[in-house]
């Protein structure tokens, strides 16, 4: 597996490279927000998905397993991609599912290619939001879906919390009104957004609910380990735990929403 320590620049590298040495990365809702974002792609069998930023192919294997299409998975990262080939092969869905690695700003598909393009909890952390949309509409085939679940402001935090996001994550939520423009500004028909405020118990509970117990303690176990092995994740840890004063306000102002739209 490649060592991504030497690569991290950016704080949504380091990030991902705790998620990818752990094997779970997450969007808010948990599966429950990806059958929202299903039913409203119209994704069913016979049909042909680009799941974008698939992390360890949990979402892409659901699909495949629950709704019977076949699913191209893509991440930036390799060793998201090798944990989500495992994963298929695992559960028994290597035939449906497959997996590489490509940029959602440049991908190796001819155009027109995809029955739907769906993503979660990833274009927040893309800074050139519309033109990753323009090359996901590239590779949709006409009448397919675009849908997206992404963490919005709910209500606009003080700037400190957005500061402490952007430091941390690399990530740059928008409000449910900016991520609905960006889909209208992309020529996408159709336009559905919804919003939903994030319950932090709730989402705890089905992240739980999801993950089996050997699976929790094996991703501890590693990311005890690369915090023993890296400085670099050291560092960030303790960003990341040197919390502004306001934190616990974050639920009054954080959310998600799932935005569709068709070509
Ligand atoms: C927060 S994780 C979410 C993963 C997964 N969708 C889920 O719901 O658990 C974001 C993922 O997006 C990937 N990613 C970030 N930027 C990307 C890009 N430009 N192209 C493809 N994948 C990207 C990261 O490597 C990471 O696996």
Not at 37 to 56: Q, Y
Not at 64 to 91: P, Q, T
Request: hydrophobic share 40%; with cysteine; net charge positive.
């Amino acid at each position: 597996m490649q060592d991504r320590t030497k690569l991290a620049k950016k704080p949504a590298d380091r990030y991902f490279e705790f998620q990818a040495v752990m094997g779970l990365t997450k969007h808010m809702g948990g599966l429950k927000a990806t059958d929202v974002l299903a039913g409203l792609c119209r994704i069913g069998e016979g049909k042909f998905i680009l799941d974008v930023g698939c992390g360890p192919g949990r979402t892409a294997c659901y699909l495949a397993k629950v709704y019977g299409c076949r699913v191209m998975g893509i991440d930036l990262s390799e060793s998201m991609v090798e944990l989500a080939r495992d994963r298929a092969a695992k559960e028994g869905v290597a035939d449906k599912v497959t997996f590489c690695t490509a940029d959602a700003m440049k991908l190796p598909f001819e155009e027109a290619t995809f029955d739907a393009v769906i993503g979660e909890s990833v274009l927040a952390f893309i800074d050139d939001k519309p033109r990753t949309l323009s090359e996901l509409k590239r590779v949709t085939k006409e009448d397919g879906s675009i849908g997206f679940n992404e963490c919005a402001w709910i209500k606009m935090p003080p700037q400190q919390l957005i500061q402490y996001i952007s430091d941390v994550l690399g990530a740059a939520f928008l409000t449910p009104d900016g991520w609905r423009d960006l889909w209208v500004a992309a020529g996408l028909k159709e336009v559905s957004a919804r919003s939903y405020k994030v319950r932090i118990l709730e989402q705890w509970r089905s992240e739980l609910k999801e993950l089996e117990i050997n699976e929790m303690f094996g991703a501890w176990r590693r990311f005890i380990g690369l915090l023993f092995r890296s400085p670099e994740c050291r560092r960030w840890a303790r960003k990341t735990l040197s919390m502004p004063r306001n934190i616990f306000a974050l639920f009054k102002y954080f959310g998600y929403g799932i935005y569709v739209g068709r070509k």
